[in-house]
């Protein structure tokens, strides 16, 4: 897919979403969604699987999303998916998010960690981030067992590496 | 008869001449008349031998002495023909010798090398088999020491794994995030 193509959708599903005046919870609830299809064989195969007919695709979203997110939320994958683009949709996700902040005037700091954060933790997290980078950051936090514990910090170009996967490989390499 | 009883007899049976003197016939001269037909006819034959079988004996004797020449000059030649085969067979004797010293010396000179090239390849053989044989054992040493090294950092990543993951409670995460909260909070 082009990058004018996902800016397209990307773009279109912002302006849904702003219109909807949802932008900051389906921002939240779309990146989220995001990760979670980049994480899941299954559900990537179910829903760019070109054998499955595009409802059924469709229902798919509708099952996991429905009552857990927002109703423009599960409109906006459901309608991208239907649309034959599932395999875009973290590209288009990305896009909008870093639109969203750049609207805001924020920075997007994507934190991965192994445990969630409480809101406590985010804030102060995200005050940190601002006050290492002297910009005002939109905090999306993944939860990646994979990191196994600390935080790894990506806004822009800059990554900000804490995590215990990160020294369990140093200490790997050096043994 | 003695020889006494030869010259008394003659004498007894001389003849008496004119003068009443006993003459007797010489026993060593013959009679004048004698003597001189006698002498005639002996030139008469001589001279008819000269005249009628000169030639003849002439030409026995030139075709004899031509046949002894002849003679002569065949052993001459097969004397001569005799020793050039001699010189001949001296010089392949000769020759012989000196192709078999040749021969000799050749292959002395072959065997030589022949050795020398075997013990030079020898020599080379064996360098090759030690340096093979060093590079092997150091790459077996190596080898060794890689997978020693490669077991140990196996075992070593898993016991990092093993204890880092068991002690990853839910108060040490904690105290990972505010670590890396104020650590980030403090660096500007």
């Known amino acids: 897919m082009s990058d004018n193509r996902i800016d397209g959708y990307a773009r279109a599903l912002f302006e849904i979403a702003r219109a909807e005046g949802t932008i900051d919870e389906v921002e939240d609830e779309l990146f989220r969604f995001a990760r979670s299809y980049e994480s899941s064989d299954e559900l990537r195969n179910a829903l760019t699987d070109e054998q499955i007919p595009a409802a059924k695709r469709q229902a798919i979203v509708e099952d996991l999303l429905g009552g857990k997110a927002t109703s423009t939320t599960t409109q906006l994958v459901s309608m991208v998916v239907g649309a034959g683009r599932g395999r875009e949709l973290p590209a288009i996700i990305d896009r909008l998010v870093a639109r969203a902040s750049s609207a805001k005037n924020l920075e997007l700091a994507e934190v991965r960690t192994a445990v969630p954060l409480t809101s406590d933790q985010e804030t102060r997290l995200a005050a940190a981030l601002a006050n290492a980078t002297g910009k005002q950051v939109n905090l999306k936090v993944v939860v990646d067992p994979a990191v196994l514990g600390g935080v790894v910090a990506t806004i822009g170009d800059t990554v900000i590496d804490g995590s215990v996967r990160t020294r369990i490989d140093q200490l790997k390499s050096r043994l | ?188």
């Open chain 2, 1 to 188: 008869m003695s020889v006494l009883g030869t010259i008394i007899r003659p004498m007894a049976e001389c003849g008496i001449d004119a003068n009443g003197d006993c003459v007797t016939h010489s026993p060593i001269l013959p009679e004048t008349p004698e003597i001189i037909w006698g002498g005639l006819a002996s030139i008469i034959i001589f001279a008819l031998l000269v005249k009628f079988a000169g030639p003849a004996i002439k030409k026995g004797m030139a075709a004899r002495t031509e046949r002894i020449q002849k003679e002569l000059d065949g052993a001459a030649a097969a004397k001569a023909a005799a020793a050039t085969e001699a010189t001949q067979i001296r010089q392949a004797k000769g020759d012989i010798a000196g192709e078999r010293a040749r021969i000799l010396a050749e292959a002395d000179a072959q065997a030589t090398a022949v050795l020398e090239d075997g013990r030079a390849r020898l020599r080379q053989e064996l360098a090759d088999l030690e340096t093979r044989t060093r590079a092997e054992i150091a790459a077996v040493g190596s080898r060794a020491g890689d997978e020693l090294r490669a077991e140990i950092a196996r075992l070593s990543n898993a016991a990092v794994d093993h204890v880092v993951t068991g002690s990853l409670d839910d108060a040490t995460q904690q105290e990972l995030i505010e670590g890396f909260i104020a650590r980030v909070g403090a660096a500007k």
